[in-house]
């Protein structure tokens, strides 16, 4: 009787691992050609057999499981994806977003470009395109970053996490402000939405807004406005790349940030040495 309850359990215990995999695959971006074989108009299930499809549509679905938490699994997975089809675009896409992850930024931006070159829907799925902008920005290639964020932007309601939906506003605002020669309305419309739900992200809301409004020519007061967060508000700043616990901004930008949110400088502390003033 008890080698059989223990056989139940593993049964049960397994099944359970199974289905939990199941959700993750059915709630991850596959490409069209998994969602609908028999509909499917790309030539895929023509050159491949019906197994080795089906492998190639289970590798992406693990590629995607896998991708926030071990982001060298999944682009393995992807590469034993490409060794059955060869550079999909769907294939460029799970490993471009698992090189971002890895710190390969230019690597990942190269391989976004050949996905869209080859499919103009690659990027149907919005966190596939703020990957996509992201790349681009940390490749140095800003107006494509700026062509991005705003084709993002037209999207953005269809992120489905709050935090990463407001991090996609405050990049907007971030990339346009700097790189667009009249970006600052467009970037305090963009912060406009984020405000709706900060998500504790006030203070990177709040600097863009007063450097928005700088750059737009208007006049502030002297100091920070009442009610406005501190510098010490921005939390400690960000390293290289890209970093899933703060908004990604270009070169700089996080230090003007830290500086339109400090108050006037302190009056200068008295200098040490010999002699007295005139």
């Not at 397994?14 to 499917?40: E, H, K, M, V």
């Not at 920005?137 to 269809?158: F, N």
């Not at 419309?189 to 990177?204: H, P, T």
Request: hydrophobic share 45%; with cysteine; net charge positive.
């Amino acid at each position: 009787m008890l080698p059989l309850a223990f056989a139940v359990l593993l049964e049960t215990r397994f099944a359970t691992l199974d289905a939990g995999l199941a959700t993750a695959a059915q709630a991850s971006p596959r490409p069209r050609a998994c969602r609908g074989a028999a509909g499917a108009d790309d030539g895929l299930w023509l050159r491949l057999r019906d197994s080795d499809a089906q492998r190639y549509c289970d590798l992406l679905a693990r590629g995607y499981a896998r991708l926030s938490q071990t982001p060298q699994e999944a682009l393995s997975a992807a590469q034993a994806a490409q060794a059955l089809v060869g550079q999909s675009p769907a294939v460029s896409v799970l490993s471009g977003r698992a090189q971002l992850r890895l710190g390969q930024s230019r690597a990942a931006y190269e391989l976004f470009e050949q996905a869209e070159a080859k499919d103009a829907q690659a990027f149907a799925d919005p966190k596939a395109l703020h990957d996509y902008a992201r790349s681009a920005s940390l490749a140095e290639q800003p107006a494509q970053a700026v062509r991005l964020y705003r084709l993002l932007m037209s999207r953005a309601a269809l992120l489905d996490e709050p935090r990463e939906r407001a991090f996609s506003q405050i990049e907007a605002a971030a990339h346009v402000l700097v790189h667009s020669a009249n970006g600052a309305d467009e970037a305090l419309g963009y912060l406009a939405q984020a405000r709706a739900q900060s998500l504790g992200l006030s203070a990177w809301i709040s600097g863009l807004r007063l450097l928005a409004i700088q750059r737009s020519g208007r006049a502030l007061s002297s100091g920070s406005p009442s009610g406005t967060p501190s510098a010490a508000a921005l939390g400690p700043a960000p390293g290289p790349g890209l970093s899933e616990r703060v908004p990604l901004l270009p070169a700089g930008q996080f230090e003007a940030l830290r500086a339109v949110l400090s108050p006037p400088h302190a009056e200068a502390p008295a200098r040490s040495g010999k002699g007295k003033p005139r």
